[in-house]
C-alpha cells in the first residue's frame, strides 16, 4: 500500500488514467467483493450447501481477507486518496505522510485482529462469524456504491448537478 501511495499518480499518469476512471473501477471490484461476502464462499447464498474440492482448495489457497487487505481495490482507493488529497485538489508532503502513517497503523491494528482471530471463533461460533461477515459485505458494498457514483460523477461532471 505504501508503494501505491508513492508510484499510483505516476502509473496513472503514465497510462493515463483518470482519477474518476480509477475510482470507478475500484468501486466495481469492491463490489463484486462485498458480494461475495455477503453470498458467502460458494456464491450460493446457501451456507447449507457443502463445497467441492475444487471450490475449497480455491478458498484455501486464496482467502476472502487477501483481496479485502491488500488487493486490486484497496489499491486503487489508496491511489484515488493519495492523488486527490483532504480537499479534491491533491496533496501536500505532510497529507503524503499522514496517509502513510494511516497505512501502517490500519496493518498493525489488522495484525493484532488476525492474532485474536481464533479466541473471536470460539466466542462468535460459525454463525456468529458468517452473520458478521455478511453484515460487513452489505457495508462494504454502501462503500462500493458511494465509490462508483463517485467515480461517475468524476467520468461526467454534467451528472454532478
Known amino acids: ?21 480509477l475510482t470507478t473501477a475500484g468501486g466495481i471490484i469492491i463490489f ?18 457443502p463445497m467441492s474440492p475444487e471450490e475449497l482448495r480455491r478458498f484455501g ?6 483481496p479485502l487487505l491488500a488487493g486490486p481495490g484497496v489499491i486503487s482507493a489508496v491511489i484515488v486518496y493519495a492523488s486527490q488529497g483532504p480537499t479534491g485538489q491533491g496533496n501536500t508532503l505532510l497529507d503524503y505522510v499522514i496517509l502513510s502513517g494511516i497505512i501502517v497503523a490500519v496493518g498493525v491494528a489488522t495484525g493484532i485482529a488476525l492474532r485474536a482471530a481464533s479466541l473471536l471463533k ?9 452473520v458478521s461477515t455478511r453484515i460487513s459485505g452489505i457495508l462494504v458494498a454502501a462503500i462500493a456504491a458511494g465509490m462508483i457514483v463517485q ?9 454532478a448537478h
Open 1 to 21: 500500500m505504501l508503494v501505491a501511495v508513492a508510484a499510483g499518480r505516476g502509473v496513472l499518469q503514465l497510462f493515463s488514467i483518470s482519477i474518476g476512471d
Open 32 to 49: 463484486l467483493i462485498a458480494f461475495k461476502m455477503v453470498l458467502g464462499p460458494s456464491g450460493a447464498g446457501d451456507s447449507s450447501t
Open 61 to 66: 489457497i486464496v482467502p476472502l481477507a487477501t
Open 122 to 130: 470460539r466466542l462468535l461460533g460459525e454463525t456468529g462469524i458468517d
Open 151 to 159: 467515480g461517475v460523477k468524476q467520468c461526467f461532471p454534467v451528472l
